[in-house]
């Protein structure tokens, strides 16, 4: 850990969505102003004093709409990378354990198929059937993630299940479940974090794309996608309503990928070597 | 004067001494071996010579090379020398050739770059050059890739771009530890014409002694940075004034005391065992072709019996070793451990299972470098019914330790924390752990200097002293094989062409693969 923060690409990507994640945390307790609150007089104002980034079309303060909406995104990010990585980690390990076998075929097709479709037309798929909600938003951008660790997974573990240590084991009778989960994984965690991290900053970047085209979270509920779409049609006279929403979803998307960049340098040892 | 002058030679990187007061020469037409166990600093005395170092080198000294000091240089003047008057072969043909470009360019590359010629010209130095390294135009067009190669064939293309522009000197880094001995023999050879006919000076970087004794004119032997003896050949072999000459020529031969007699009760027997491969279809009609990797084998080893088991690579030695141990179905044949049988398409229950063990040859790659070496040591306890557990199984791992000379606190440390030749002891702790009747060796010494392996080799013979242990020991070191095991078998293209005591074996050769086996392996002559 010492080590990563010597790193600046990780010192800076981890403080950047430190901010986010602290200001989602603190949206729990308190923000500025209130976010279902409807206040005409104050519409659309500039940023100023009493509100730092400025006010809404209805006169809601925008600072308070970005950390209860960066509750939303991180939100969705982290329940999608979890069904990401719960079902498609033993997915690929199981088909690296049976390599060559029917089910490696059915599992690896089954994965190209999903990968055929790109994320967001699954997502339109999925809001279409059941209908736009937040939740619908996460289980489509979950699906997407699948195929990505399993083919991540399955990769290194074919490498692995050719390592001496693992014959020893079979030698040992340890069975497969048993060797995935004891030798394969530790040695394939490294890069599943470095993954995490790279598909949590495009789920962000996934619900904010589909609230944009409202299939995500719906009203009150504040969301960074959407506070960009409601924006569209004031940018000529009130841009910091898509400013501050859009330089939120830059900052954090830059902030994590910072990071897993820092994270795949650190754990890989030829790169390692070198410095 | 010589070619090559170094004289008083320190390097150091960081704060590590890495070479101190080295001092060789080397002339043209000449061969000179440095011989060295790893770690001894003999592979960064040839990259001082062209000064390949890496960043953070502190080097003092004089490297004299056809005049000019190496040392105090430009890069610009040091990479014209660089592969034109000083050539390199490294160890691993596999990847030291680029596999995406052909060999034609590859060698013509050389050429190329030191701008001795246009392309049309390269092209015909580098068609000259494969076929004086023995690959004819016929066969080995230049428009080859590497894939096509064998190994020994991607060795001389090593060569071949090494010499294309015939240099004044060559260094040749282990050039033949990674091929087998009847290929190691033919480069060796090829080596000794070229330094003959273009009147080179040959820098030969080994471990092995048998392989310089025969080809080398002078001799350096080193051992931690240093140069502790050298000299011709002849003079450094007859006398020996350094004690370490003395331990690593010892080593080299070393031959353990074994007291074990061979019981008359078999505990492996394997009769018309057939192992095939399925290669991927021709067409989408009709049966995919099938490679038959070991072919109708059958053998016995006895109880307190070591057998060896030689053979080249890609003869199936290690496809055989998997089947013994139940890891693949087998097409055909019986497998009868113990008495008991398992026939082809079964699956070797647990409690047979429970009676062998196998240790592979990289110390490196055999262990989960992410668990500490007591449980490293405790997995094969899973084979046992009512494995011990708590302290027992604490007491039962540091038994082990001990018994192949570990401490029992090493038990609380991760493996890398570990040499090659104290990796290779925990993994004999590892197949000791469930007491099994029947140890199989793949290689287990051959990736360790010889000092180490002579350890290892006497660790294996008390083991069976005491332990009436049984040894399968698969290797393709024949002189290891010799000194270590009762009968050998040979095996060539997945059949046993050769079984008897070993001496008989090494003495009087029936089959022509074995005595042109015998014949090429390097023979480090014994002297009163």
């Not at chain 1, 960074?224 to 006279?237: E, K, P, Y």
């Not at chain 1, 501050?244 to 910072?258: K, M």
């Not at chain 2, 029936?510 to 480090?524: G, S």
Request: aromatic letters at 6%.
């Amino acid at each position: 850990m010492k080590r990563a923060f010597s790193m600046p690409g990780f010192a800076i990507g981890f403080c950047m969505a430190i901010v986010f994640v602290a200001a989602a945390l603190l949206s729990f307790f308190w923000t500025p102003y209130a976010t279902d609150g409807v206040d005409i007089v104050n519409k659309l104002r500039p940023p100023a004093a009493g509100n730092w980034f400025g006010t809404d079309q209805y006169g809601r303060d925008i600072l308070s709409m970005l950390m209860v909406g960066a509750r939303t995104s991180i939100a969705v990010a982290v329940v999608a990378v979890g069904i990401g990585m719960g079902l498609g980690v033993p997915l690929g390990l199981a088909a690296a354990a049976q390599k060559g076998s029917l089910i490696d075929e059915i599992l690896m097709r089954g994965n190209d198929l999903v990968f055929a479709f790109p994320a967001l037309l699954i997502a339109i798929l999925i809001t279409a059937v059941f209908g736009p909600s937040a939740v619908n938003a996460i289980i489509a951008i979950g699906i997407f993630n699948i195929p990505v660790f399993a083919r991540l997974s399955r990769g290194a573990a074919l490498s692995l299940w050719t390592r001496d240590f693992v014959l020893s084991a079979r030698v040992a009778g340890k069975g497969a479940l048993r060797i995935s989960v004891e030798h394969i994984l530790p040695n394939i965690t490294n890069l599943l974090i470095v993954q995490g991290t790279i598909q949590f900053s495009l789920g962000i970047l996934a619900e904010a794309a589909l609230s944009y085209i409202g299939l995500g979270a719906q009203p009150p509920m504040p969301s960074w996608g959407r506070m960009l779409a409601d924006s569209q049609t004031m940018i000529s006279f009130a841009p910091h309503l898509a400013l501050f929403p859009g330089a939120a979803i830059v900052l954090t998307v830059l902030g994590l990928n910072l990071m897993g960049d820092a994270l795949r340098d650190l754990f890989d040892p030829k790169i390692n070597r070198e410095r | 004067m010589g070619l090559l002058q170094i004289k008083n030679l320190n390097l150091s990187i960081g704060d590590t001494q890495i070479l101190q007061d080295i001092s060789l020469q080397a002339e043209a037409g000449k061969i000179v071996a440095i011989i060295g166990e790893s770690g001894s600093g003999k592979s960064m005395t040839a990259y001082c010579v062209n000064r390949l170092l890496p960043r953070g080198a502190n080097v003092s000294g004089q490297v004299m090379f056809d005049g000019q000091d190496m040392l105090q240089l430009p890069e610009p003047a040091l990479c014209d020398i660089r592969g034109a008057d000083i050539g390199m072969v490294f160890q691993e043909p596999m990847t030291a050739l680029n596999p995406v470009q052909t060999i034609g360019a590859q060698v013509a590359e050389t050429v190329l770059i030191h701008g001795a010629a246009q392309k049309s010209e390269a092209l015909k130095i580098a068609r000259e050059t494969l076929n004086r390294v023995g690959l004819p135009a016929a066969e080995f067009p230049l428009s080859r890739y590497p894939h096509e190669l064998s190994g020994g064939q991607r060795q001389r293309v090593v060569i071949a771009m090494a010499i294309a522009l015939r240099p004044k000197l060559l260094i040749a880094d282990e050039p033949t530890t990674a091929l087998d001995v009847t290929t190691q023999a033919q480069i060796l050879g090829l080596l000794k014409k070229l330094v003959v006919e273009d009147g080179m000076a040959l820098l030969l970087i080994s471990h092995d002694l048998g392989v310089v004794a025969d080809i080398a004119d002078t001799i350096a032997i080193m051992r931690r940075g240093k140069v502790v003896e050298s000299g011709p050949v002849k003079q450094v072999f007859a006398e020996m004034n350094h004690p370490y000459t003395r331990a690593l020529f010892k080593a080299s031969n070393h031959v353990p005391d074994r007291a074990a007699k061979a019981q008359e009760t078999p505990i492996l027997q394997v009769s018309g065992l057939v192992r095939d491969y399925i290669l991927p279809r021709k067409s989408l009609f009709g049966a995919p072709p099938k490679l038959r990797a070991v072919n109708d084998v059958g053998f016995s080893i006895k109880r307190g019996e070591s057998l060896g088991l030689v053979g080249e690579s890609g003869c199936g030695k290690s496809t055989l070793t998997r089947a013994i141990l139940g890891l693949d179905a087998v097409q055909a044949g019986r497998i009868e451990i113990d008495g008991r049988a398992v026939t082809a398409g079964e699956k070797v229950p647990r409690e047979l299972r429970r009676k062998m063990q196998v240790v592979f040859q990289d110390p490196y790659g055999s262990f989960n470098p992410r668990h500490k070496v007591m449980r490293l040591v405790a997995e094969p306890f899973h084979l046992l019914d009512n494995a011990p557990t708590g302290s027992a199984r604490h007491q039962a791992v540091e038994k082990a330790l001990t018994e192949v000379g570990m401490l029992a606190a090493d038990a609380d440390k991760y493996i890398h924390e570990f040499s090659g030749g104290q990796r290779q002891r925990i993994a004999i702790a590892r197949a000791l752990i469930i007491k099994p009747e029947l140890i199989i060796l793949d290689e287990a010494v051959s990736a360790l200097d010889v000092s180490i392996r002579a350890q290892i080799l006497d660790l294996l013979a008390g083991l069976s002293d005491r332990l009436g242990l049984s040894y399968l020991f698969i290797s393709h070191d024949l002189s290891v094989v010799r000194a270590i095991t009762d009968r050998v078998m040979v095996m060539k293209s997945g059949k046993i062409i050769e079984t008897g005591d070993t001496e008989t074996v090494f003495t009087a050769p029936q089959h022509p693969y074995t005595k042109a086996l015998i014949a090429a392996a390097p023979v480090l002559e014994k002297t009163p």
